[in-house]
C-alpha cells in the first residue's frame, strides 16, 4: 500500500463552520505534512508532525488547528476561516527514518478541495 | 526569495519530441531533488528523482540531470507522449529542517 488517503475529496463550508479534513497513510512513515496549495502556485508548507509530534508550523493562522492521533492519521481541524482560505489541501507524508528528508521522497494524497463562501 | 525556480511557466510539445524541462535552484545546502507531476484538483505525483552525489538519474523515459556547479537540473521525457500534458514541479531538500521546497511548475502540453 504506498497511498496516502484524504477525505473528503471536496468541501464547501460557511464563514462559521466547523469541519475537519482527514488524512490516512498505512506505510509505517513517521512524517507528516499539510501543504496548502492555490491554483497556478506551488504547494506551500503549513505543518509537519514527526513521530507524531509537531515539529514545524509555518506560522498558520490558529483558525487551522492540525492534530495526529497516531501514527497513520492526520487530521486538519477548520474553523471560522475566510474567503482566502479556500484551496486545495494537500497532505503527504514521507518514512521519516531521520530527522532531516535525506534522500526520501514525499508521497501525496489526491487533496481535499475547499471552498469557503 | 524563491529559492527553486521553473523560469518556464508553460511549454508545448510535438508527441513523439523530447520534452526538456528546467529548475534553478539557489540554496547549495539542497542535496535531494524531486520532479512531480500533478494533474488539475489532484495531488502531486512523484516522477523522479536525484541525490547531490549523482549527476544523472534514469527511469524510462525520464532522465534527470544534476549540474551543481551551476545550481541547475533538468527532466527530460523521451519520447513525449499526450498523456504526460500536466503541471511539473521541481521540488528540493536537504540542510536543513524537514520542509521540500517546490518551484512554481511549467505545465506541459504534449500535441498529438
Known amino acids: 500500500d504506498t497511498e496516502v488517503t484524504q477525505t473528503p475529496k471536496h468541501l464547501v463550508m460557511g464563514m462559521t463552520n466547523k469541519k475537519s479534513l482527514k488524512c490516512e497513510q498505512h506505510?509505517?512513515?513517521?512524517?507528516m505534512y499539510w501543504y496548502k496549495q492555490k491554483a497556478k502556485k506551488p504547494p506551500e508548507l503549513m505543518f509537519v508532525?514527526?513521530?507524531?509530534?509537531?515539529?514545524i508550523n509555518e506560522s498558520v493562522p490558529s483558525r487551522f488547528s492540525p492534530e495526529c492521533p497516531n501514527s497513520s492519521l492526520l487530521n486538519l481541524h477548520l474553523h471560522a476561516l475566510q474567503p482566502e482560505d479556500s484551496a486545495l489541501y494537500l497532505c503527504a507524508s514521507r518514512a521519516g527514518q531521520g530527522a532531516l528528508p535525506t534522500n526520501e521522497k514525499l508521497f501525496f494524497g489526491s487533496g481535499t478541495q475547499l471552498s469557503v463562501l | 526569495d524563491q529559492q527553486v525556480k521553473q523560469n518556464s511557466p508553460s511549454l508545448s510539445v510535438q508527441e513523439g519530441r523530447i520534452s526538456i524541462l528546467n529548475c534553478d535552484y539557489t540554496?547549495?545546502?539542497?542535496?535531494?531533488f524531486l520532479w512531480y507531476k500533478k494533474y488539475p484538483a489532484e495531488g502531486p505525483t512523484f516522477l523522479i528523482s536525484i541525490s547531490s552525489i549523482k549527476d544523472k538519474n534514469e527511469d524510462g523515459r525520464f532522465t534527470v540531470f544534476l549540474n551543481k556547479s551551476a545550481k541547475h537540473l533538468s527532466l527530460h521525457i523521451v519520447p513525449s507522449q499526450p498523456g504526460d500534458s500536466a503541471v511539473y514541479f521541481c521540488a528540493a531538500s536537504g540542510g536543513y529542517g524537514q520542509n521540500f521546497v517546490f518551484g512554481p511548475g511549467t505545465r506541459l502540453s504534449v500535441l498529438p
Open positions: 508532525y514527526s513521530y507524531e509530534k509537531l515539529s
Open positions: 506505510m509505517g512513515h513517521r512524517a
Open positions: 540554496n547549495s545546502m539542497f542535496d535531494y
